[in-house]
């Protein structure tokens, strides 16, 4: 058994007691599986159990000081992605906007009827 983590056992109630009580004030029995119990208050008990103890303090502390920065930094990138994924794809629907119908309805314009614009065109650059 962790020495940081007191031993908790699960009564037929659904509380969780640690060594220092002896019986459930609703029930004196005891069952392995809580299943269908509700956890709100079961969680809030283990919390207080485990919270006496001042190096599980300590290392919950450094936990949520780790996670917080870990999910600061996911939080950023994740930022910093949607935004180029959203240029990104603004640009390819305005490229394909211009390949598939602007180009297509200029060259159906009167004033590109004439024959070799294009060469001409290119030629003048």
């Known amino acids: 058994c962790d020495p940081v983590v007191p031993a908790v056992v699960r009564q037929k109630c659904g509380r969780l007691l640690c060594p ?10 005891l069952t392995e599986d809580g299943a269908g119990d509700g956890l709100n208050s079961k969680t809030k008990h283990l919390v207080n159990v485990l919270m006496q103890n001042e190096s599980t303090k300590k290392k919950v502390q450094y ?17 910093d992605l949607t ?3 959203i ?37 003048d650059f």
């Not at 220092?20 to 004196?28: E, H, N, V």
């Not at 794809?89 to 200029?106: A, G, H, Q």
């Open 20 to 29: 220092a009580q002896k019986s459930c004030p609703t029930s004196g029995t």
């Open 63 to 79: 936990l949520t000081l780790v996670m917080t920065k870990y999910m600061e930094i996911i939080h950023k990138q994740i930022s």
């Open 83 to 85: 935004i180029k994924y």
């Open 87 to 123: 240029l990104c794809f603004m640009v390819k629907k305005v490229l394909d906007y211009i390949r598939e119908s602007l180009v297509p309805t200029l060259l159906g314009l009167p004033n590109f009827v004439h024959k070799g614009w294009i060469t001409k065109y290119r030629a």
